[in-house]
Nanobody, 126 residues
């Protein structure tokens, strides 16, 4: 599976962006999908995950109430709606697929995910 994140850009603090993740090669039905981000000089970190059936959504504490992850099974897409953006949200954002199908409890560690594709840069200015 090849994943491609898109929708990044430059925005002022308080603004919004919607990131999209498209998969090619096969469907990711049955797999949790996650968003991660990597700021310059820092490790890749968890942002949000949606379970394989869409029933569970987990977020990193700093984005709770501001970001929303969703998925469209028909389009084989995953989205990250980002509102009230802050300068500290600046990073390259990546989407990834859980390595385990039908995992009961979604994970947040980058090591539990694979098929990393090209990320999309989000820059938030103050």
């Amino acid at each position: 599976v090849q994943l491609q994140a898109s929708g990044g850009g430059q925005v002022q603090a308080g603004g919004s962006l919607r990131l999209s993740c498209a998969a090619s090669g096969r469907t990711f039905d049955g797999y949790a999908m996650g968003w991660f981000r990597q700021a310059p000089g820092k490790e890749r970190k968890f942002v949000a995950v949606v379970s394989w059936n869409g029933a569970t959504r987990n977020y990193e504490d700093s984005v709770k109430g501001r970001f929303t992850i969703s998925r469209d099974y028909a389009k084989n897409m995953v989205y990250l709606q980002m509102n009230s953006l802050k300068p500290e949200d600046t990073a390259v954002y990546y989407c990834a697929v859980d390595r385990l199908r039908y995992r009961v409890t979604p994970r947040s560690s980058p090591g539990d995910f694979g098929s990393w594709g090209r990320g999309t840069l989000v820059t938030v200015s103050s």
